[in-house]
T-cell receptor, first 115, second 114 residues
Framework: DTEVTQTPKHLVMGMTNKKSLKCEQH?????MYWYKQKAKKPPELMFV???????INESVPSRFSPECPNSSLLNLHLHALQPEDSALYLC??????????????FGSGTQLSVL | TQLLEQSPQFLSIQEGENLTVYCNSS?????LQWYRQEPGEGPVLLVT?????EVKKLKRLTFQFGDARKDSSLHITAAQPGDTGLYLC??????????????FGKGTKLSVIP
C-alpha cells in the first residue's frame, strides 16, 4: 500500500462552519505534512508532524488547527475560514531516509471552497 | 527559506519536439527533486538528484544537477501528449527529526499538442 488517502475530495463550507480534513497512510511513515495549493501556484508548506509531534508550523493562522491522533492519521480542523482560504489542501507523508534521500508521497487533495 | 526559480512558467509544444525546463537558486541544496502534478491530483515524485553534476534518466526524461548544486534541469526528448502536466522542482533542509522542509518552485505548466 503506497497510498495517501484524503477525505473528502471536495468540500464547500461557509465562513461560520467547522469542518475537518482527514488524511491516512499505512506505509509506516513517521512524518506527515499539510500543504496548501492555490490555483496555478505551487504547494506551500503549512505544517509538519514528525513522530506524531508538530515540528513545523509555517506561521499558519489559528483558524487552521492540525492534529495527529496516531502515526497513520493526520487531521486539519477548519473554523471560521475566509474565502481566500479556498484552495487544494494536500497531505503528504515520508519515511526518514536521511538528509539526501527524501521522498514525499502526496494524496490527491481536498478541494476546499469557502463561501 | 531557500528559494527556487523555475523557467519557463508555461510551455506549449507540438508532439515530438524536445524541451528543457530550468530550476535555479542562489542557495546550495543537498538534493533537489522533480515532481509532476496533474490537475486535481497531488504531485508525484519523478527523481531526486543528490551529487553535483549528476545526470539521471527516466525513459525520455533526463535530469541534471548543477556542479555547484544550486540548479537543475529537466530535458524531455520527443514529447508526448501524456507528458502534459505541471512540473515542479523542490528542495529543502532535512529537519534531523525524520522530516523534510520542502519548498517548491513555481512550476512549469507543459502542454504537448498532438
Amino acid at each position: 500500500d503506497t497510498e495517501v488517502t484524503q477525505t473528502p475530495k471536495h468540500l464547500v463550507m461557509g465562513m461560520t462552519n467547522k469542518k475537518s480534513l482527514k488524511c491516512e497512510q499505512h506505509m509506516g511513515h513517521r512524518a506527515m505534512y499539510w500543504y496548501k495549493q492555490k490555483a496555478k501556484k505551487p504547494p506551500e508548506l503549512m505544517f509538519v508532524y514528525s513522530y506524531e509531534k508538530l515540528s513545523i508550523n509555517e506561521s499558519v493562522p489559528s483558524r487552521f488547527s492540525p492534529e495527529c491522533p496516531n502515526s497513520s492519521l493526520l487531521n486539519l480542523h477548519l473554523h471560521a475560514l475566509q474565502p481566500e482560504d479556498s484552495a487544494l489542501y494536500l497531505c503528504a507523508s515520508s519515511q526518514d531516509r536521511g538528509p539526501t534521500n527524501e521522498k514525499l508521497f502526496f494524496g490527491s487533495g481536498t478541494q476546499l471552497s469557502v463561501l | 527559506t531557500q528559494l527556487l526559480e523555475q523557467s519557463p512558467q508555461f510551455l506549449s509544444i507540438q508532439e515530438g519536439e524536445n524541451l528543457t525546463v530550468y530550476c535555479n537558486s542562489s542557495s546550495v541544496f543537498s538534493s533537489l527533486q522533480w515532481y509532476r502534478q496533474e490537475p486535481g491530483e497531488g504531485p508525484v515524485l519523478l527523481v531526486t538528484v543528490v551529487t553535483g553534476g549528476e545526470v539521471k534518466k527516466l525513459k525520455r526524461l533526463t535530469f541534471q544537477f548543477g556542479d555547484a548544486r544550486k540548479d537543475s534541469s529537466l530535458h524531455i526528448t520527443a514529447a508526448q501528449p501524456g507528458d502534459t502536466g505541471l512540473y515542479l522542482c523542490a528542495g529543502g533542509p532535512y529537519s534531523g527529526a525524520g522530516s523534510y522542509q520542502l519548498t517548491f518552485g513555481k512550476g512549469t505548466k507543459l502542454s504537448v499538442i498532438p
